[in-house]
């Protein structure tokens, strides 16, 4: 029943940044904990963020502190991350994920809780 839907891939070169957005719809946007992850061919979904319900706690992957930022909008129905400082390793297939189940985003972030994804969207971060 629950719609995600990514937006704002595409192509930067190293130390640019993007701002991907996530618009959660068919549901009511502040039960759910949100959160990004990334996958790149050959290899298993990387968790990157994730964000409570209301906003109040967020985690992230040791790989982005300190240059992402995940952040919500209720207003918006909208989940954002912000990538700072970007690097060739960075480039992925982006993924929104929503959890009802979850509160904090804690579960979701360690793969723990019934997910949510959206279609994905390209980030290439070139040298």
């Known amino acids: 029943q629950v719609q995600l839907v990514e937006s704002g891939g595409g192509l930067v070169q190293a130390g640019e940044s993007l701002q991907l957005s996530c618009v959660l719809s068919h549901d009511t946007f502040s039960l759910y904990a949100m959160g990004w992850f990334r996958q790149v061919p050959g290899n298993e979904r990387e968790f990157v963020a994730t964000i409570s319900y209301d906003g109040g706690s967020s985690y992230y992957a040791d790989s982005v502190k300190g240059r992402f930022t995940i952040s919500r909008d209720s207003a918006r129905s909208t989940v954002y991350l912000q990538m700072n400082s970007l690097k060739p390793e960075d480039t992925a297939v982006y993924y929104c994920?929503?959890?009802?189940?979850?509160?904090?985003?804690?579960?979701?972030?360690?793969?723990?809780?019934?997910?949510?994804w959206g279609q994905g969207t390209q980030v290439t971060v070139s040298s």
């Open positions: 994920g929503a959890s009802r189940r979850d509160r904090s985003g804690y579960l979701m972030s360690i793969g723990q809780t019934m997910t949510y």
